[in-house]
Structures are given as structure tokens and as C-alpha cells.
């Protein structure tokens, strides 16, 4: 679920500091977590401290996924199951220098993917999970052996 509430904007951090022109800005932090930034159309949310404001426009309850990527390392078939799937996701396999191995489409109601090794190599893929809207991503490491 999501919840909202009010909080004012400020962070403590080792450095940092805010850049602006008639166009852009840029603003930066040294020694402050890193979190995740989940977007919509033009609407984005990031999770975190450094915000130079906040506007809320609306508030949708929304259930995380839970996602099960197993055996890890993989020798012959990845499994990939989905619990609580509230919506259509893609499932990208990546190789270790960015190469698109494979791209599976996992539509609302179907709750699991076979991903087979049989004619990859040895070595270490990224598996990325991105959900309708780029509302939820998640990236998994994959280790392959023989």
C-alpha cells in the first residue's frame, strides 16, 4: 500500500550543492543513500531526502509484487514467479556488456516465466523486471554456471 504524508524537504549529507540555468537545474548530494525514483507519464516519485519540493497530485494504492528469481545460480532453467502481480510487466535478460538476450511479456493473471540457460554461456546476466509504467523496476544478477 501507499501512504502519504506531509514532511518538509531537508537532508543531512557530507556535501552537495544546486546548479540552475533558464533551463535546467541539478542538484547533488554526497553521503546520502541512494533510492529509487518510480515514474508515471510525467508524474515521478523518488524516495529519498534531497527534494526541492513536493507536490502531490494524487495518491493510488498500490501493491508491490512479490518476486521470486530462482535457482540462483542458474545451470539450466531460471524460474521467475510472481506473487500479488497487480498489473502487465516485461522481463529483459541482459547479457554481462548490455546485449538484449531476451524479452518476455508477462500479462496481468499470469504469475510465473521459464527462462531456459541451455544456450547461454558462462558467466554473470542481468535480469530486469519493469512493470506497466515503469510504475515498479527491479534488477536481479543472475549467475550462470555449467
Same mark, same amino acid.
Given at each position: 500500500m501507499l501512504f502519504?504524508?506531509?514532511?518538509?524537504p531537508?537532508?543531512?549529507?557530507?556535501?552537495?550543492?544546486?546548479?540552475?540555468?533558464?533551463?535546467?537545474?541539478?542538484?547533488?548530494?554526497?553521503g546520502e543513500a541512494m533510492?529509487?525514483?518510480y515514474s508515471a507519464s510525467a508524474h515521478f516519485m523518488t524516495q529519498g531526502f534531497q527534494q526541492p519540493a513536493y507536490n502531490i497530485?494524487?495518491?493510488?494504492?498500490?501493491?508491490? +509484487?512479490?518476486?521470486?528469481?530462482? +535457482?540462483? +545460480?542458474?545451470?539450466?532453467?531460471?524460474?521467475?514467479?510472481?506473487?500479488k502481480v497487480p498489473g502487465n510487466f516485461s522481463v529483459e535478460?541482459?547479457?554481462?556488456n548490455g546485449k538484449l538476450l531476451r524479452k518476455e511479456e508477462l500479462l496481468d493473471g499470469k504469475n510465473n516465466l521459464t527462462f531456459s540457460f541451455n544456450e547461454?554461456?558462462?558467466?554473470?546476466?542481468?535480469?530486469n523486471i519493469i512493470g506497466k509504467n515503469n510504475i515498479y523496476k527491479c534488477s536481479y544478477k543472475i549467475v550462470r554456471l555449467k
Open positions: 502519504c504524508q506531509s514532511a518538509s531537508e537532508v543531512i549529507a557530507a556535501s552537495g550543492d544546486y546548479f540552475a540555468n533558464a533551463n535546467n537545474s541539478v542538484s547533488w548530494t554526497l533510492t529509487e525514483t497530485l494524487s495518491v493510488a494504492n498500490y501493491t508491490e +509484487p512479490s518476486v521470486f528469481v530462482y +535457482p540462483n +545460480p542458474v545451470i539450466n532453467n531460471l524460474w521467475i514467479d510472481f506473487e535478460l541482459f547479457d554481462s547461454y554461456e558462462e558467466g554473470i546476466y542481468l535480469l
